[in-house]
């Protein structure tokens, strides 16, 4: 059994999907948790309220400057006393064509999905060397691997995540601070709401995966849970393929 008693958590974009059970996990196994939200209040309070104000803290946040991340880890840190651990979780997912979609949109993506990771991440990074002690949990995409048709924005955000986790991995484990990704395929969560109201679409999505199943939220925080334990100690700058089995990388 995995326990986290001590240890500080923060986990961005928590009110929802892999980030919300992410952080009821995370209480569950003792640990403090903090988690941010960008606009989902109404979720994010249900979360709370649902774990206890004891056990978990939120932060209104939307990833805008390295000011504004540094002023939140230094909130967290007075309240729950450190960040021993960050899962980098907040994203966005919105299909776009690659010949027809808007700078801005472009942007954006990369904006919330990867420059909002590195400066979290950078402003972690400090407080994690000074203790000697870190874990970083990136969540990626497959994605971010084979790339992926009408999300060319999407997957290339991801795979910049995936290169910053390995280039952070070897950079600063000699601070015993270790960095990974987990990378899902298919996840029922609101994020594919939309996609998945095609019935057809969905089951089609299913059988394509080996194991016969869409991954749930649940089926990710598992491995986020085990890459901030001590048992992957040893694993540092890998991507943790979570996916049924529908995307095989060597």
């Known amino acids: 059994m995995i326990n986290l008693t001590g240890k500080s958590v923060l986990i961005t974009g928590g009110s929802r999907g892999i980030g919300a059970a992410c952080v009821r996990l995370f209480a569950r196994v003792g640990a403090h948790v903090a988690f941010t939200y960008a606009s989902s209040e109404v979720k994010a309070q249900k979360l709370i309220d649902e774990i206890g104000e004891e056990k978990v803290k939120l932060y209104q946040f939307d990833l805008a400057t390295e000011t504004d991340a540094t ?4 909130r967290i ?29 472009w942007e954006r993506t990369l904006r919330i999905n990867l420059t909002g990771m590195y400066i979290i991440t950078k402003a972690v990074l ?17 994605a971010g691997q084979r790339g992926e048709a009408n999300y060319s924005h999407y997957a290339a955000s991801k795979g910049g995540m995936i290169s910053f986790t390995k280039s952070v991995a070897a950079e600063f484990g000699k601070y015993n601070i270790n960095t990974n990704s987990v990378a899902p395929g298919w996840v029922m969560t609101d994020m594919t709401d939309d996609v998945f109201s095609d019935k057809e679409y969905m089951e089609k999505v299913r059988k394509e995966i080996p194991v016969q199943r869409i991954a749930t939220a649940e089926d990710i925080a598992g491995p986020v849970l085990f890459l901030a334990s001590e048992m992957a100690r040893h694993i ?15």
């Open 77 to 105: 840190i007075a309240d729950i006393g450190g960040v021993d651990i960050l899962v980098n979780n907040a994203g966005v997912w919105e299909k776009d064509e690659a010949d027809l979609m808007s700078l801005k949109n």
């Open 71 to 74: 002023d939140l880890v230094n």
């Open 236 to 250: 540092n700058g890998e991507i943790l393929n979570v996916n049924g089995g529908s995307v095989l990388c060597g």
């Open 126 to 142: 400090p407080i994690m060397k000074k203790n000697n002690f870190g874990r970083i949990i990136n969540i990626s995409s497959t």
